[in-house]
Protein backbone atom coordinates (compact mmCIF):
# COMPACT_ATOMS: atom_id res chain seq x y z
CA UNK A 1 0.00 0.00 0.00
CA UNK A 2 1.36 3.51 -1.02
CA UNK A 3 2.33 4.97 2.63
CA UNK A 4 1.69 8.62 0.89
CA UNK A 5 -1.76 7.90 -0.17
CA UNK A 6 -2.69 6.14 3.62
CA UNK A 7 -1.24 8.85 5.68
CA UNK A 8 -4.29 10.75 5.33
CA UNK A 9 -6.52 7.85 6.46
CA UNK A 10 -4.41 7.45 9.62
CA UNK A 11 -4.50 11.36 10.30
CA UNK A 12 -8.68 10.86 9.81
CA UNK A 13 -8.54 7.69 12.33
CA UNK A 14 -6.69 9.18 15.08
CA UNK A 15 -9.39 12.43 14.97
CA UNK A 16 -11.94 10.29 14.63
CA UNK A 17 -10.37 8.63 18.15
CA UNK A 18 -9.97 11.82 19.66
CA UNK A 19 -14.03 13.11 18.87
CA UNK A 20 -14.40 9.11 19.85
CA UNK A 21 -16.50 10.31 22.41
CA UNK A 22 -19.16 13.26 20.64
CA UNK A 23 -19.83 10.38 17.77
CA UNK A 24 -20.06 7.41 19.71
CA UNK A 25 -18.14 5.46 17.40
CA UNK A 26 -15.69 2.95 17.27
CA UNK A 27 -11.44 4.07 17.24
CA UNK A 28 -9.05 2.54 15.28
CA UNK A 29 -7.60 0.91 18.36
CA UNK A 30 -10.60 -0.44 18.59
CA UNK A 31 -11.62 -1.93 15.20
CA UNK A 32 -7.92 -3.20 14.82
CA UNK A 33 -8.65 -5.45 18.42
CA UNK A 34 -12.44 -6.48 16.80
CA UNK A 35 -10.56 -7.80 13.37
CA UNK A 36 -9.06 -10.58 15.56
CA UNK A 37 -12.28 -11.92 16.58
CA UNK A 38 -12.91 -15.85 15.82
CA UNK A 39 -16.07 -14.88 14.43
CA UNK A 40 -18.04 -11.81 13.00
CA UNK A 41 -18.74 -9.18 15.82
CA UNK A 42 -22.52 -9.49 15.21
CA UNK A 43 -22.44 -13.13 15.73
CA UNK A 44 -19.78 -12.54 18.86
CA UNK A 45 -22.75 -10.30 20.24
CA UNK A 46 -25.44 -12.74 19.43
CA UNK A 47 -23.64 -15.43 21.48
CA UNK A 48 -22.87 -13.35 24.62
CA UNK A 49 -25.82 -11.78 24.62
CA UNK A 50 -27.17 -15.63 25.13
CA UNK A 51 -24.80 -16.40 27.15
CA UNK A 52 -25.58 -13.84 29.75
CA UNK A 53 -29.21 -14.20 29.95
CA UNK A 54 -28.89 -18.55 29.88
CA UNK A 55 -26.48 -18.26 32.73
CA UNK A 56 -28.00 -15.61 34.88
CA UNK A 57 -31.62 -17.57 34.27
CA UNK A 58 -29.93 -20.37 35.50
CA UNK A 59 -28.09 -19.02 38.51
CA UNK A 60 -31.47 -17.40 40.02
CA UNK A 61 -33.70 -20.51 39.36
CA UNK A 62 -30.42 -22.60 41.36
CA UNK A 63 -30.36 -19.91 44.20
CA UNK A 64 -34.57 -19.70 44.46
CA UNK A 65 -34.10 -23.53 44.76
CA UNK A 66 -30.80 -22.92 47.45
CA UNK A 67 -33.27 -20.78 49.30
CA UNK A 68 -36.28 -22.78 49.42
CA UNK A 69 -33.90 -25.82 50.53
CA UNK A 70 -32.52 -23.40 53.29
CA UNK A 71 -29.07 -24.41 51.46
CA UNK A 72 -26.24 -22.00 51.90
CA UNK A 73 -25.50 -19.48 49.05
CA UNK A 74 -22.27 -19.39 49.30
CA UNK A 75 -21.69 -23.69 48.81
CA UNK A 76 -21.49 -24.05 45.21
CA UNK A 77 -21.18 -27.00 43.08
CA UNK A 78 -18.36 -27.37 39.96
CA UNK A 79 -21.39 -26.12 37.33
CA UNK A 80 -22.39 -23.42 39.62
CA UNK A 81 -18.56 -22.21 39.43
CA UNK A 82 -18.54 -22.54 35.74
CA UNK A 83 -21.31 -20.48 35.30
CA UNK A 84 -20.77 -18.03 37.32
CA UNK A 85 -17.28 -18.05 35.57
CA UNK A 86 -19.04 -17.77 31.98
CA UNK A 87 -21.62 -14.93 33.38
CA UNK A 88 -18.55 -12.26 34.59
CA UNK A 89 -16.78 -12.98 30.82
CA UNK A 90 -20.00 -12.15 29.04
CA UNK A 91 -20.55 -8.93 31.78
CA UNK A 92 -16.68 -8.29 30.88
CA UNK A 93 -17.35 -8.63 26.66
CA UNK A 94 -20.76 -6.80 26.72
CA UNK A 95 -19.57 -3.92 29.09
CA UNK A 96 -16.29 -3.20 26.51
CA UNK A 97 -18.21 -4.07 23.17
CA UNK A 98 -21.75 -2.72 23.22
CA UNK A 99 -22.31 -0.14 21.05
CA UNK A 100 -19.15 -0.54 19.11
CA UNK A 101 -20.28 -4.13 17.98
CA UNK A 102 -23.39 -2.66 16.93
CA UNK A 103 -21.27 -0.05 14.97
CA UNK A 104 -18.91 -2.23 12.92
CA UNK A 105 -21.63 -4.91 12.43
CA UNK A 106 -23.51 -2.54 10.04
CA UNK A 107 -19.96 -1.89 8.60
CA UNK A 108 -19.58 -5.38 8.11
CA UNK A 109 -22.73 -5.70 6.17
CA UNK A 110 -22.38 -2.67 4.21
CA UNK A 111 -24.51 0.10 5.58
CA UNK A 112 -25.31 3.66 4.05
CA UNK A 113 -25.83 4.53 7.45
CA UNK A 114 -22.33 3.73 9.08
CA UNK A 115 -19.68 6.87 9.05
CA UNK A 116 -16.79 4.31 9.17
CA UNK A 117 -14.91 2.31 7.37
CA UNK A 118 -12.33 -0.40 7.65
CA UNK A 119 -9.00 1.18 7.36
CA UNK A 120 -7.87 -1.65 4.55
CA UNK A 121 -11.15 -1.24 2.68
CA UNK A 122 -10.79 2.34 2.86
CA UNK A 123 -6.85 2.24 1.78
CA UNK A 124 -6.72 -1.17 -0.68
CA UNK A 125 -9.29 -2.43 -2.99
CA UNK A 126 -9.52 -5.89 -3.39
CA UNK A 127 -8.73 -6.62 -7.27
CA UNK A 128 -7.22 -3.62 -8.60
CA UNK A 129 -8.31 -0.46 -9.04
CA UNK A 130 -11.28 1.13 -10.58
CA UNK A 131 -10.85 2.82 -13.71
CA UNK A 132 -11.12 6.77 -12.88
CA UNK A 133 -8.13 5.51 -10.10
CA UNK A 134 -6.47 3.84 -13.42
CA UNK A 135 -7.23 7.54 -15.28
CA UNK A 136 -6.49 10.21 -12.50
CA UNK A 137 -2.53 9.04 -12.81
CA UNK A 138 -0.41 8.62 -9.57
CA UNK A 139 -1.92 6.45 -7.03
CA UNK A 140 -3.94 8.73 -4.33
CA UNK A 141 -6.57 7.54 -1.71
CA UNK A 142 -9.64 6.17 -2.27
CA UNK A 143 -12.02 9.22 -1.10
CA UNK A 144 -9.76 11.69 -2.51
CA UNK A 145 -10.38 10.03 -5.99
CA UNK A 146 -13.91 9.53 -5.10
CA UNK A 147 -14.49 13.01 -4.45
CA UNK A 148 -12.22 14.20 -7.67
CA UNK A 149 -14.56 11.84 -9.68
CA UNK A 150 -17.69 13.26 -8.71
CA UNK A 151 -16.62 17.11 -8.88
CA UNK A 152 -17.30 19.06 -11.54
CA UNK A 153 -14.55 20.42 -12.90
CA UNK A 154 -15.00 24.44 -12.38
CA UNK A 155 -14.26 27.11 -14.91
CA UNK A 156 -11.04 29.30 -14.26
CA UNK A 157 -13.28 32.44 -13.85
CA UNK A 158 -14.90 29.93 -10.94
CA UNK A 159 -11.90 28.67 -9.42
CA UNK A 160 -11.92 32.12 -7.50
CA UNK A 161 -15.32 32.97 -6.55
CA UNK A 162 -16.96 29.83 -6.61
CA UNK A 163 -16.14 28.95 -3.20
CA UNK A 164 -16.83 31.13 -0.59
CA UNK A 165 -17.62 28.99 2.42
CA UNK A 166 -15.94 29.48 5.48
CA UNK A 167 -12.24 27.29 5.70
CA UNK A 168 -12.67 23.79 6.88
CA UNK A 169 -10.91 21.94 8.76
CA UNK A 170 -9.45 18.39 8.26
CA UNK A 171 -12.11 16.85 9.94
CA UNK A 172 -15.13 18.62 8.51
CA UNK A 173 -12.82 18.04 5.13
CA UNK A 174 -13.12 14.13 5.76
CA UNK A 175 -16.69 14.17 6.48
CA UNK A 176 -16.96 16.27 3.17
CA UNK A 177 -15.49 13.83 1.01
CA UNK A 178 -17.69 11.10 2.73
CA UNK A 179 -20.18 12.60 1.63
CA UNK A 180 -19.07 13.13 -2.06
CA UNK A 181 -18.28 9.25 -2.05
CA UNK A 182 -21.71 8.68 -0.15
CA UNK A 183 -20.27 6.71 2.56
CA UNK A 184 -21.73 9.02 5.01
CA UNK A 185 -25.52 9.98 3.71
CA UNK A 186 -26.28 13.89 3.87
CA UNK A 187 -29.35 13.47 5.65
CA UNK A 188 -27.87 11.84 8.69
CA UNK A 189 -25.35 14.76 9.45
CA UNK A 190 -27.15 16.45 11.75
CA UNK A 191 -27.88 13.10 14.26
CA UNK A 192 -24.16 12.32 13.93
CA UNK A 193 -22.29 15.59 14.32
CA UNK A 194 -24.67 17.22 16.51
CA UNK A 195 -24.07 21.12 15.54
CA UNK A 196 -26.38 22.42 13.61
CA UNK A 197 -24.39 25.18 12.14
CA UNK A 198 -21.31 22.75 11.10
CA UNK A 199 -23.60 20.52 9.45
CA UNK A 200 -24.93 23.30 7.69
CA UNK A 201 -21.36 24.79 6.60
CA UNK A 202 -20.30 20.82 5.66
CA UNK A 203 -23.37 19.77 3.27
CA UNK A 204 -22.92 23.69 1.42
CA UNK A 205 -19.84 22.75 0.65
CA UNK A 206 -20.28 19.46 -0.65
CA UNK A 207 -23.38 20.34 -2.46
CA UNK A 208 -21.09 23.02 -4.17
CA UNK A 209 -18.66 20.82 -5.23
CA UNK A 210 -21.27 18.16 -6.32
CA UNK A 211 -22.73 20.61 -9.05
CA UNK A 212 -19.61 22.91 -9.41
CA UNK A 213 -21.66 25.68 -8.78
CA UNK A 214 -21.33 28.48 -6.35
CA UNK A 215 -23.72 29.39 -3.79
CA UNK A 216 -22.27 32.80 -3.13
CA UNK A 217 -25.04 35.23 -2.26
CA UNK A 218 -27.12 32.48 -0.33
CA UNK A 219 -26.52 33.61 3.07
CA UNK A 220 -24.80 31.03 5.97
CA UNK A 221 -24.02 33.11 9.00
CA UNK A 222 -26.33 34.92 11.31
CA UNK A 223 -29.54 32.16 11.57
CA UNK A 224 -30.46 29.78 14.17
CA UNK A 225 -30.11 26.40 12.38
CA UNK A 226 -30.67 24.49 16.05
CA UNK A 227 -34.51 26.27 16.19
CA UNK A 228 -35.20 24.47 12.56
CA UNK A 229 -34.32 21.06 13.52
CA UNK A 230 -37.00 18.19 13.27
CA UNK A 231 -39.76 20.94 12.62
CA UNK A 232 -39.42 23.67 10.00
CA UNK A 233 -36.20 22.83 7.02
CA UNK A 234 -34.14 19.27 6.22
CA UNK A 235 -30.94 19.38 5.14
CA UNK A 236 -30.49 23.26 5.42
CA UNK A 237 -27.66 24.77 3.16
CA UNK A 238 -28.20 28.24 3.69
CA UNK A 239 -31.31 30.97 3.99
CA UNK A 240 -33.38 33.13 2.29
CA UNK A 241 -33.65 36.80 2.77
CA UNK A 242 -37.42 38.42 2.00
CA UNK A 243 -37.33 41.70 2.69
CA UNK A 244 -40.51 42.75 5.38
CA UNK A 245 -42.27 45.93 4.85
CA UNK A 246 -44.97 47.20 6.60
CA UNK A 247 -48.47 48.82 5.82
CA UNK A 248 -50.46 50.84 8.18
CA UNK A 249 -51.85 51.98 11.04
CA UNK A 250 -54.93 49.87 10.23
CA UNK A 251 -57.77 50.60 12.12
CA UNK A 252 -59.86 47.45 12.81
CA UNK A 253 -62.01 46.93 14.96
CA UNK A 254 -61.41 50.09 17.12
CA UNK A 255 -57.56 49.33 17.23
CA UNK A 256 -54.33 50.14 15.67
CA UNK A 257 -52.33 47.69 13.80
CA UNK A 258 -49.16 47.55 11.99
CA UNK A 259 -49.10 44.99 9.29
CA UNK A 260 -45.66 43.10 8.53
CA UNK A 261 -45.51 42.06 4.75
CA UNK A 262 -42.50 39.48 3.18
CA UNK A 263 -42.51 40.31 -0.48
CA UNK A 264 -40.42 41.04 -3.18
CA UNK A 265 -42.88 42.32 -5.24
CA UNK A 266 -42.93 46.25 -5.24
CA UNK A 267 -45.68 48.39 -4.99
CA UNK A 268 -47.65 45.97 -2.92
CA UNK A 269 -46.71 47.53 0.38
CA UNK A 270 -47.17 50.87 -0.65
CA UNK A 271 -50.85 49.98 -1.98
CA UNK A 272 -51.59 48.16 0.76
CA UNK A 273 -50.23 50.94 3.01
CA UNK A 274 -52.33 53.63 0.94
CA UNK A 275 -55.75 51.64 1.62
CA UNK A 276 -55.00 51.44 5.32
CA UNK A 277 -54.93 55.32 5.13
CA UNK A 278 -57.82 55.09 3.51
CA UNK A 279 -59.94 53.16 5.74
CA UNK A 280 -58.38 54.95 9.04
CA UNK A 281 -59.35 58.19 7.48
CA UNK A 282 -63.37 57.15 7.03
CA UNK A 283 -63.56 55.59 10.70
CA UNK A 284 -61.65 52.28 10.67
CA UNK A 285 -62.74 48.93 10.13
CA UNK A 286 -64.91 46.05 11.01
CA UNK A 287 -64.52 42.68 11.56
CA UNK A 288 -66.73 39.44 12.03
CA UNK A 289 -65.43 35.64 12.65
CA UNK A 290 -67.82 33.81 11.57
CA UNK A 291 -66.33 30.03 12.35
CA UNK A 292 -63.01 29.14 13.44
CA UNK A 293 -62.52 25.08 13.10
CA UNK A 294 -59.68 23.02 11.14
CA UNK A 295 -60.96 20.08 9.00
CA UNK A 296 -59.44 16.49 8.26
CA UNK A 297 -61.23 14.06 6.17
CA UNK A 298 -60.10 10.35 5.82
CA UNK A 299 -61.22 8.24 3.33
CA UNK A 300 -62.07 4.62 4.54
CA UNK A 301 -63.17 1.79 1.96
CA UNK A 302 -65.87 -1.28 2.87
CA UNK A 303 -66.53 -4.39 0.41
CA UNK A 304 -69.93 -3.26 -0.18
CA UNK A 305 -71.77 0.43 -0.61
CA UNK A 306 -74.08 -0.88 2.04
CA UNK A 307 -71.33 -0.68 4.44
CA UNK A 308 -70.08 2.72 3.96
CA UNK A 309 -73.69 3.80 4.07
CA UNK A 310 -74.00 2.42 7.42
CA UNK A 311 -71.05 3.60 8.78
CA UNK A 312 -72.33 7.11 7.56
CA UNK A 313 -75.41 7.06 9.38
CA UNK A 314 -73.67 5.74 12.21
CA UNK A 315 -71.12 9.01 11.98
CA UNK A 316 -74.11 11.32 11.64
CA UNK A 317 -76.31 9.89 14.23
CA UNK A 318 -77.03 12.60 17.41
CA UNK A 319 -76.78 9.32 19.60
CA UNK A 320 -73.49 8.97 18.87
CA UNK A 321 -72.11 12.22 18.48
CA UNK A 322 -71.19 12.66 22.65
CA UNK A 323 -69.28 8.72 22.44
CA UNK A 324 -67.00 9.77 19.22
CA UNK A 325 -66.26 13.60 21.18
CA UNK A 326 -64.51 11.77 23.97
CA UNK A 327 -62.57 9.45 21.76
CA UNK A 328 -61.68 12.22 19.29
CA UNK A 329 -60.62 14.96 22.78
CA UNK A 330 -58.69 12.21 24.53
CA UNK A 331 -56.02 13.32 21.77
CA UNK A 332 -55.37 16.65 23.09
CA UNK A 333 -55.90 19.66 25.43
CA UNK A 334 -57.05 21.71 22.85
CA UNK A 335 -58.84 19.81 19.85
CA UNK A 336 -62.13 19.75 20.29
CA UNK A 337 -65.14 18.02 17.54
CA UNK A 338 -67.00 20.43 16.67
CA UNK A 339 -69.06 17.97 14.04
CA UNK A 340 -68.32 15.60 11.22
CA UNK A 341 -70.18 15.11 7.83
CA UNK A 342 -69.66 12.13 5.46
CA UNK A 343 -70.17 11.56 1.51
CA UNK A 344 -70.20 8.24 -0.19
CA UNK A 345 -68.30 7.67 -3.38
CA UNK A 346 -69.20 3.88 -4.30
CA UNK A 347 -68.00 1.73 -1.59
CA UNK A 348 -65.90 4.51 -0.73
CA UNK A 349 -67.15 6.63 2.44
CA UNK A 350 -65.29 9.87 3.52
CA UNK A 351 -65.48 11.07 6.88
CA UNK A 352 -65.05 15.12 7.20
CA UNK A 353 -64.14 16.30 10.48
CA UNK A 354 -63.77 19.54 12.39
CA UNK A 355 -62.59 21.15 15.55
CA UNK A 356 -61.48 24.06 17.47
CA UNK A 357 -57.69 23.83 18.20
CA UNK A 358 -57.02 27.02 20.11
CA UNK A 359 -54.46 28.95 19.05
CA UNK A 360 -52.55 26.57 16.77
CA UNK A 361 -53.44 26.01 12.83
CA UNK A 362 -53.94 22.43 14.54
CA UNK A 363 -53.53 20.23 11.37
CA UNK A 364 -51.23 17.74 13.62
CA UNK A 365 -53.89 18.27 16.37
CA UNK A 366 -56.85 17.40 14.06
CA UNK A 367 -55.39 14.31 12.22
CA UNK A 368 -53.85 12.70 15.81
CA UNK A 369 -57.42 12.78 16.78
CA UNK A 370 -59.25 11.82 13.51
CA UNK A 371 -56.76 8.66 13.83
CA UNK A 372 -58.61 7.64 17.67
CA UNK A 373 -61.48 7.69 15.95
CA UNK A 374 -60.99 5.59 13.03
CA UNK A 375 -59.39 3.15 15.78
CA UNK A 376 -62.70 3.15 17.35
CA UNK A 377 -64.66 2.85 14.76
CA UNK A 378 -62.63 -0.16 13.83
CA UNK A 379 -64.04 -2.07 16.74
CA UNK A 380 -67.78 -2.13 15.16
CA UNK A 381 -66.45 -1.81 11.79
CA UNK A 382 -63.79 -4.53 11.42
CA UNK A 383 -64.35 -4.96 7.62
CA UNK A 384 -63.62 -1.59 7.20
CA UNK A 385 -60.02 -0.50 5.25
CA UNK A 386 -58.79 2.92 6.09
CA UNK A 387 -57.42 4.29 2.69
CA UNK A 388 -55.60 7.53 4.00
CA UNK A 389 -56.11 9.89 6.96
CA UNK A 390 -56.68 11.98 4.40
CA UNK A 391 -59.20 12.12 1.85
CA UNK A 392 -58.84 15.51 -0.17
CA UNK A 393 -62.27 16.04 1.23
CA UNK A 394 -60.57 18.52 3.81
CA UNK A 395 -59.64 20.26 1.60
CA UNK A 396 -55.90 21.19 2.50
CA UNK A 397 -53.89 23.12 0.11
CA UNK A 398 -56.30 22.74 -2.93
CA UNK A 399 -59.21 24.84 -3.98
CA UNK A 400 -62.24 23.50 -3.35
CA UNK A 401 -65.52 24.33 -3.15
CA UNK A 402 -66.20 22.35 0.35
CA UNK A 403 -64.20 25.20 1.94
CA UNK A 404 -66.02 27.63 0.06
CA UNK A 405 -69.10 26.09 1.63
CA UNK A 406 -68.53 24.48 4.55
CA UNK A 407 -65.70 26.80 5.71
CA UNK A 408 -62.19 25.31 7.00
CA UNK A 409 -59.87 27.42 9.82
CA UNK A 410 -61.46 30.84 10.59
CA UNK A 411 -64.21 32.55 8.65
CA UNK A 412 -64.47 36.23 8.67
CA UNK A 413 -65.89 38.93 7.11
CA UNK A 414 -64.39 42.40 7.10
CA UNK A 415 -66.10 45.59 6.21
CA UNK A 416 -65.40 49.40 5.83
CA UNK A 417 -67.65 52.45 4.84
CA UNK A 418 -65.43 55.06 2.75
CA UNK A 419 -66.29 58.24 2.73
CA UNK A 420 -66.45 60.10 -0.55
CA UNK A 421 -63.95 62.79 -0.09
CA UNK A 422 -61.63 59.74 0.79
CA UNK A 423 -62.62 58.17 -2.53
CA UNK A 424 -61.10 61.42 -4.15
CA UNK A 425 -58.33 62.40 -2.03
CA UNK A 426 -57.05 59.02 -1.14
CA UNK A 427 -57.92 56.78 -3.29
CA UNK A 428 -58.28 59.19 -6.74
CA UNK A 429 -61.00 57.96 -8.37
CA UNK A 430 -65.11 57.82 -7.44
CA UNK A 431 -67.86 55.91 -5.92
CA UNK A 432 -69.78 54.84 -9.27
CA UNK A 433 -66.59 53.85 -10.82
CA UNK A 434 -65.56 51.72 -7.97
CA UNK A 435 -68.82 50.25 -8.18
CA UNK A 436 -69.18 49.33 -12.07
CA UNK A 437 -65.35 48.09 -11.69
CA UNK A 438 -65.52 45.59 -8.72
CA UNK A 439 -68.94 44.19 -10.46
CA UNK A 440 -67.59 43.52 -14.48
CA UNK A 441 -63.71 42.36 -12.74
CA UNK A 442 -64.35 41.15 -9.57
CA UNK A 443 -67.82 39.02 -9.82
CA UNK A 444 -68.62 38.65 -13.75
CA UNK A 445 -65.06 38.28 -15.08
CA UNK A 446 -64.13 36.03 -12.50
CA UNK A 447 -67.24 34.34 -13.12
CA UNK A 448 -66.52 34.16 -16.68
CA UNK A 449 -63.35 32.22 -15.88
CA UNK A 450 -64.86 29.77 -13.97
CA UNK A 451 -63.08 31.23 -10.82
CA UNK A 452 -63.14 29.25 -7.65
CA UNK A 453 -63.14 31.18 -4.58
CA UNK A 454 -61.11 34.02 -6.38
CA UNK A 455 -63.71 36.65 -6.88
CA UNK A 456 -61.78 39.55 -5.99
CA UNK A 457 -58.48 41.60 -7.35
CA UNK A 458 -55.55 40.16 -5.32
CA UNK A 459 -56.32 38.90 -2.28
CA UNK A 460 -53.37 36.02 -2.15
CA UNK A 461 -51.01 38.89 -2.61
CA UNK A 462 -51.21 40.47 0.83
CA UNK A 463 -52.36 36.94 2.63
CA UNK A 464 -48.89 35.50 1.19
CA UNK A 465 -47.14 38.42 2.39
CA UNK A 466 -48.26 38.29 5.79
CA UNK A 467 -48.20 34.25 6.05
CA UNK A 468 -44.13 34.61 5.35
CA UNK A 469 -43.74 37.10 7.77
CA UNK A 470 -45.76 35.54 10.47
CA UNK A 471 -44.34 32.27 10.01
CA UNK A 472 -47.75 30.30 8.64
CA UNK A 473 -47.44 27.93 5.82
CA UNK A 474 -47.10 29.92 2.51
CA UNK A 475 -48.94 26.90 0.76
CA UNK A 476 -52.04 26.97 2.60
CA UNK A 477 -52.13 30.55 0.53
CA UNK A 478 -54.52 28.69 -1.99
CA UNK A 479 -57.87 27.74 0.37
CA UNK A 480 -56.71 30.91 3.02
CA UNK A 481 -56.83 33.52 -0.31
CA UNK A 482 -60.82 32.33 -1.26
CA UNK A 483 -62.39 35.78 -0.91
CA UNK A 484 -65.29 37.80 -2.61
CA UNK A 485 -65.04 41.24 -2.58
CA UNK A 486 -68.50 43.09 -2.56
CA UNK A 487 -68.45 47.34 -3.64
CA UNK A 488 -71.91 48.95 -3.01
CA UNK A 489 -72.92 53.03 -2.69
CA UNK A 490 -74.29 53.78 -0.02
CA UNK A 491 -75.77 57.28 1.62
CA UNK A 492 -77.29 58.24 -1.26
CA UNK A 493 -74.55 57.22 -3.24
CA UNK A 494 -72.20 59.45 -1.78
CA UNK A 495 -70.07 56.87 0.12
CA UNK A 496 -68.59 53.40 -0.80
CA UNK A 497 -69.25 50.32 1.55
CA UNK A 498 -66.51 47.67 0.62
CA UNK A 499 -66.46 44.03 2.49
CA UNK A 500 -64.36 41.04 2.18
CA UNK A 501 -65.61 37.50 3.25
CA UNK A 502 -62.79 35.24 3.35
CA UNK A 503 -64.05 31.43 4.92
CA UNK A 504 -61.17 29.99 5.13
CA UNK A 505 -57.96 31.34 6.50
CA UNK A 506 -55.74 28.90 8.28
CA UNK A 507 -53.54 30.49 10.57
CA UNK A 508 -52.19 29.88 13.93
CA UNK A 509 -49.76 32.05 16.53
CA UNK A 510 -47.91 28.60 17.96
CA UNK A 511 -45.99 25.94 15.64
CA UNK A 512 -44.14 25.57 12.89
CA UNK A 513 -42.88 28.75 11.26
CA UNK A 514 -44.21 30.73 14.02
CA UNK A 515 -41.78 30.16 16.97
CA UNK A 516 -38.71 31.28 14.76
CA UNK A 517 -36.73 34.66 15.66
CA UNK A 518 -37.91 36.53 12.82
CA UNK A 519 -40.90 35.53 12.19
CA UNK A 520 -42.14 35.59 16.36
CA UNK A 521 -40.83 38.81 15.84
CA UNK A 522 -43.49 40.14 13.36
CA UNK A 523 -46.36 38.01 15.30
CA UNK A 524 -44.83 40.33 18.41
CA UNK A 525 -45.82 43.22 16.54
CA UNK A 526 -49.00 42.42 16.15
CA UNK A 527 -49.67 41.65 19.68
CA UNK A 528 -50.79 37.99 18.66
CA UNK A 529 -47.15 36.11 19.74
CA UNK A 530 -47.69 32.53 21.02
CA UNK A 531 -50.46 31.57 22.67
CA UNK A 532 -53.55 33.07 25.08
CA UNK A 533 -52.93 32.96 28.24
CA UNK A 534 -56.48 34.24 29.00
CA UNK A 535 -58.35 33.37 26.61
CA UNK A 536 -56.84 30.19 24.48
CA UNK A 537 -57.52 30.83 20.74
CA UNK A 538 -57.80 34.32 20.59
CA UNK A 539 -54.77 35.41 19.17
CA UNK A 540 -55.22 33.20 16.13
CA UNK A 541 -58.52 34.23 16.04
CA UNK A 542 -57.20 38.26 16.22
CA UNK A 543 -54.54 37.19 13.64
CA UNK A 544 -57.20 36.07 11.02
CA UNK A 545 -59.63 39.17 11.23
CA UNK A 546 -55.89 41.67 10.61
CA UNK A 547 -55.48 39.32 7.52
CA UNK A 548 -58.76 40.12 6.78
CA UNK A 549 -58.42 44.14 7.37
CA UNK A 550 -55.30 44.09 5.43
CA UNK A 551 -56.93 42.15 2.66
CA UNK A 552 -59.81 44.86 2.30
CA UNK A 553 -57.40 47.84 2.38
CA UNK A 554 -55.14 46.11 -0.54
CA UNK A 555 -58.00 46.01 -2.17
CA UNK A 556 -59.18 48.95 -2.02
CA UNK A 557 -56.34 50.53 -3.20
CA UNK A 558 -55.76 48.59 -6.15
CA UNK A 559 -59.17 48.51 -7.44
CA UNK A 560 -58.57 52.29 -7.26
CA UNK A 561 -55.46 52.32 -9.03
CA UNK A 562 -57.33 50.43 -12.32
CA UNK A 563 -60.34 52.87 -11.68
CA UNK A 564 -57.83 55.54 -12.02
CA UNK A 565 -55.61 54.18 -14.84
CA UNK A 566 -52.76 54.08 -12.27
CA UNK A 567 -51.81 50.44 -12.51
CA UNK A 568 -49.02 50.61 -14.83
CA UNK A 569 -47.91 53.97 -13.60
CA UNK A 570 -47.64 52.78 -10.07
CA UNK A 571 -45.73 49.55 -10.97
CA UNK A 572 -43.10 51.16 -13.44
CA UNK A 573 -42.31 53.59 -11.05
CA UNK A 574 -41.83 50.98 -7.88
CA UNK A 575 -41.51 47.72 -9.32
CA UNK A 576 -39.13 48.38 -11.47
CA UNK A 577 -35.33 49.09 -10.45
CA UNK A 578 -33.86 52.07 -11.27
CA UNK A 579 -29.95 51.02 -11.56
CA UNK A 580 -28.42 50.62 -14.38
CA UNK A 581 -27.88 47.14 -15.71
CA UNK A 582 -25.19 47.34 -17.59
CA UNK A 583 -23.43 48.73 -14.75
CA UNK A 584 -23.80 45.49 -12.63
CA UNK A 585 -24.45 42.96 -15.59
CA UNK A 586 -21.31 40.21 -14.57
CA UNK A 587 -18.53 40.08 -17.85
CA UNK A 588 -17.78 37.12 -19.47
Known sequence: MD????????????????????????????????????????????LFFGLFFSVAYFLLHRWREKIRNSTPLHILTFPEIARIVCLSASVVYLLGFF????????ISRGSQDSWDVEEDHMVEKKGGLCAAEICSGPAKSPAASLANTLAPVPSARAVGTMFQTPLL????????????????????????????????????????????????GLPLDGFDYESILGQCCEMPVGYVQIPVGVAGPLLLDGKEYTV?????????????????????????ASSVLLRDGMTRAPIVRFGIAKRAAELKFFIEDPANFDTLCVVFNRSSRFGRLQNMKCTIAGKNLYMRFSCSTSDAMGMNMVSKGVQNVLDYLQTDFPDMEIIGISGNFCSDKK?????????????????????????????????????????????????????????????????????????????????????????EAVNGGKDLHVSVTMPSIEVGTVGGGTQLASQSACLNLLGVKGASKDSPGSNSRLLSTIIAGSVLAGELSLMSAIAAGQLIKSHMKYNRSSKDVSEIAPSN
Open 399 to 487: PATVNWIERRGKSVVCEAIIKEEVVQKVLKTNVATLVELNMLKNLTGSAMAGALGGFNAHASNIVTAVYIATGQDPAQNVESSHCITMM
Open 3 to 46: KAAGEPLKQYHRQRHHHNDHHNLPTPTSLKALDALPLPLYLMNG
Open 260 to 284: PMATTEGCLVASTNRGCKAIYTSGG
Open 99 to 106: GIGIAQSL
Open 169 to 216: GSDDEEVVKGVLSGDIPSYSLESKLRDCKRVAVIRREALQRMTGRSLE
